[in-house]
């Protein structure tokens, strides 16, 4: 069975950052392309990141390009999102999911998430 946990949320104030984690356990992380999803209230589940399973290919929705980094430890089958310079749009659920196909931004491909993570950001 496959596990996702995400941790790191937290309030922050507008321009701080903070670092989500998401532990995968029972498959081994070399095997799914990544994902941060973000949900606001009242919206929908959106894209943030994505990390492929092949190193160094990422995707970054375009709210948070240059902003936030998706990295993976295979080892540790771990996936952090570093976030900097944290907004109020910011604020949101932040969900970690794990996808067999190839890098999708697209959350219906994902079989798997977390619990999610909450992310408030005041001003």
């Known amino acids: 069975q496959v596990r996702l946990i995400e941790s790191g949320g937290g309030s922050v104030q507008t321009g701080a950052s903070l670092t989500l984690s998401c532990q995968v356990s029972?498959?081994?992380?070399?095997?799914?392309?990544m994902g941060w999803f973000r949900q606001a209230p009242g919206k929908e589940r959106e894209f943030v990141a994505v990390?492929?399973?092949?190193?160094?290919?990422?995707l970054y929705a375009t709210p948070v390009k240059g902003r936030y980094t998706i990295t993976r430890d295979n080892d540790k089958n771990t996936v952090t999102l570093q976030m900097n310079s944290l907004k109020p749009d910011d604020t949101a659920v932040y969900y970690c999911?794990?996808?067999?196909?190839?890098?999708?931004?697209?959350?219906?491909?994902?079989?798997?998430w977390g619990q999610g993570t909450v992310v408030t950001v005041f001003s």
């Open positions: 999911g794990a996808s067999s196909n190839y890098h999708t931004t697209t959350s219906t491909d994902y079989e798997f």
């Open positions: 029972g498959r081994t992380l070399s095997q799914f392309s």
């Open positions: 990390s492929a399973r092949i190193q160094g290919i990422s």
